[in-house]
Structure formats: structure tokens, C-alpha cells
């Protein structure tokens, strides 16, 4: 993104996306709530945690910035609630 820099740093932010993705690969629900304490726990990992605006820094893990997240990424915390429909045995037939 031109003219701004993300919270974490680039290198931060893509890590962040990825472990998200993990988790989705799981079939683990990511919501704004566990987004936030995967983002806590991997500023810890990377002693990096001095940037939360807790712990004196600038970085205030809103639900907004969780929504720039999102959009940044083209990704949804909608969680699927229902199984898709299979089709039907004859549907090739029924379709020609």
C-alpha cells in the first residue's frame, strides 16, 4: 500500500497472514477476538510486543485495524455455518 505503513511492518504483517491462514486450514474459526491474540502472541514471540499501545507504543488492535486486516488480505472471519448442498447423482442428465 502507497503512502502507509502498516502497524506491525511488512515482514510482521505477512507473518500474521499466514499464521491466519493456518488456522483456516485447520478449520479453526478466526474471528476479530482470536485474530487479536494471534497478533499479542506472535509480537511476543518477536519481542516486538513494546509496539502494543498496552505496553507504550502506538498499536491499538481495534476492531478497525482488524477490519484493514481483513480488506488488506481479501479475507473473511465469517465463520461457514451451514455445509454446502452436494449435487444430485442425475444432475448431468437433467442439465442436458
Known sequence: MIGRCYCLG????K???IKVLEYVA???PVNNIILKQ??????EENNKSE???DNGGSLKL???WCQRFWERY???NRVPTTKMRELPTDFAQKVW
Open 74 to 76: 481479501e479475507l473473511s
Open 38 to 43: 494471534i497478533t499479542k502472541k506472535m509480537l
Open 10 to 13: 511488512d515482514e510482521l504483517d
Open 26 to 28: 485447520k478449520g479453526l
Open 15 to 17: 507473518l500474521l497472514r
Open 51 to 53: 509496539l502494543l499501545f
Open 62 to 64: 481495534g476492531d478497525s
